[in-house]
């Protein structure tokens, strides 16, 4: 039997770098003000066809929904925005000073195409700030994902940036933009023109000459904002400059989800291959009030796990050192056993990491363990009374009682 397709199994070789991508996300985004949370796996159907866009990739053919044997419709999670905004007003987080700040990390489901840095079941880190409308809200989200990218070795990132102003404004340019199309139907993809009415600003992401021709002269919805939306998005670029952060201007940015306004953005790196996005989001200043709360403005990230450790792939990460490594001289004498298992016991209780050799190696092959895993110390159990420990640096050996063995360690790792 196989995994699923598109769905993987994290091995304990793997664990180590994404322990590390949590411990720096707890530290990047904790030093913000940012606070974990996590929301369930499956949440109502409703909440992604209402907030994610009914119109969207997601909605119409990557969600796995299923009844839930009472009548309603459940699904896997695609993505986190819709789910912390719905916590938000379960919870009555709108009484909280205000933005709240949260970030999570966990497994989301897109029935997509399977292939290098795209799964079924994926990792995502994200932040939302919820609250806030100003732009220093916008730029703090990018320059916190920028650090978080930084901080796990992700190379070659770019930045791109967009505004999509208002709905308003949108659905204005949304019919010019189809007119556009329409006058251009011969020249465009079939895929491209059956979705001309459901969803036209996805024609900008299309990868055949044709459509990418037409798009090239297609109006650009930056050049249409509103005084408001124009005056937020040059502050957030002002902010993004001061800060020294490169980006670039893509009027053509798109992303695969509806509840977008204003700010747009989106990291990729040319260490990934044809998934180069790595992270990206923008405010959603709408969604709250569309999933019937207060109209309350927001903004956050979300970037994918696996392309962040593909990416930052080649940053070397040392194991977790180990102290101690307890062995035995005679396997067969269960007095020994019973000291040895007692003694790796109390070393972690004293606060050691120290590891049983649980696998019955030889003496000579359990010290070529040691080193393979880094041992600082390697205790040999002969008699409760007698045990050898070896400084595994220097290579020295001394003859000791097994109760004394664990204060002589803890001094020597202290001074190391
Ligand atoms: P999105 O929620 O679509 O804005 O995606 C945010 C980030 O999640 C992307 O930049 C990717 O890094 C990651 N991502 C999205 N879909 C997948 C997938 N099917 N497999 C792996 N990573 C994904």
Not at 69 to 77: I, K, V
Not at 272 to 298: F, H, K, M, N, W
Request: hydrophobic share 40%.
């Amino acid at each position: 039997m196989q995994a699923p397709k598109g769905t993987y199994d994290v091995l304990p070789a793997e664990q180590e770098r994404r322990a590390l991508l949590e411990a720096r996300a707890r530290k990047i985004l904790g030093a913000a003000g940012y606070r974990r949370i996590e929301t369930p796996a499956f949440e109502a159907t409703e909440l992604f066809s209402r907030g994610v866009g009914a119109a969207t990739d997601i909605v119409q053919k990557e969600m796995y929904s299923f009844d839930d044997g009472g009548g309603r419709s459940l699904t896997l999670r695609p993505e986190g925005t819709a789910p912390i905004c719905r916590a938000y007003m379960e919870h009555g987080m709108h009484k909280l000073p205000q933005p709240v700040k949260l970030w999570y990390l966990g497994s989301f489901f897109r029935a997509e195409q399977p292939q290098r840095g795209r799964y079924r079941q994926f990792w995502q880190i994200g932040a939302e700030a919820i609250g806030a409308a100003g732009p220093e809200t916008d730029a703090e989200l990018i320059l916190l994902l920028g650090s978080l990218l930084d901080a796990m070795g992700v190379k070659g990132t770019r930045l791109r940036l967009a505004s999509l102003g208002n709905p308003e404004t949108r659905s204005a340019y949304r019919e010019q933009l189809t007119a556009y199309l329409r006058a251009h139907l011969d020249e465009l993809s079939a895929e491209v023109r059956a979705r001309i009415e459901l969803n036209p600003m996805r024609a900008f992401d299309a990868s055949d000459p044709g459509t990418r021709a037409v798009m090239a002269g297609a109006p650009k919805l930056l050049d249409q904002l509103s005084a408001d939306d124009a005056e937020h998005f040059a502050l957030v670029r002002e902010l993004l400059d001061a800060a020294g952060v490169p980006y670039e201007l893509d009027p053509t940015l798109v992303r695969g989800l509806d509840y977008y306004t204003r700010t747009l953005f989106e990291f990729s790196s040319d260490a990934l291959g044809a998934q180069s996005g790595v992270g990206g989001g923008g405010r959603y200043d709408r969604l709250i009030e569309q999933l019937g709360g207060q109209p309350t403005p927001g903004v956050g990230f979300a970037a994918g796990v696996e392309r962040i450790l593909l990416a930052g792939a080649e940053q070397p990460i040392a194991p977790e050192p180990v102290d101690l490594l307890v062995a035995l001289a005679d396997r067969d004498d269960r007095v020994s056993v019973l000291t040895a298992f007692d003694l790796a016991h109390e070393a972690r209780q004293a606060g050691l990491a120290a590891q049983y050799e649980l696998y019955g190696r030889s003496l000579k092959s359990a010290l070529k363990h040691a080193d393979r895993i880094n041992a600082r110390y390697v205790a040999i159990v002969n008699d409760p009374l007698h045990a050898s420990l070896r400084d595994m640096d220097s290579g020295e050996q001394q003859e000791l009682e097994p109760s004394r063995l664990i204060a002589t360690v803890l001094r020597g790792s202290r001074l190391s």
